[in-house]
């Protein structure tokens, strides 16, 4: 696998970028129209220690979304 260095280097810088606002701040879209987020969906996912970017991959890249967040035994209602 061969890795460019200075398409790394920009991938990065984007994803800390996404990763500076506040999750709640963020207006998302998609094919130019708005994406409506429920903000107890953002605010359950601020209190699991993720970032912007894996609220991102989880909910639009089609990876499990945590919907409802239970902590009990370490398990999680989806």
């Known amino acids: 696998m061969k ?3 200075d398409e790394a280097i920009a991938t990065i810088q984007e994803w800390r970028a996404l990763n500076k606002p506040e999750l709640a701040d963020m207006q998302f879209v ?6 409506v987020i429920d903000p107890e969906i953002v605010e359950e996912f601020r209190f699991i ?7 991102i991959r989880s909910h639009f890249m089609g990876e499990e979304f945590y919907t409802t967040l239970t902590f009990e ?3 999680r209602d989806a």
Do not use: A, S
């Open 3 to 5: 890795i460019d260095v």
């Open 30 to 35: 998609r094919n130019g129209e708005p994406v």
């Open 49 to 55: 220690g993720l970032n912007n970017t894996d609220f």
């Open 73 to 75: 035994k370490g398990k």
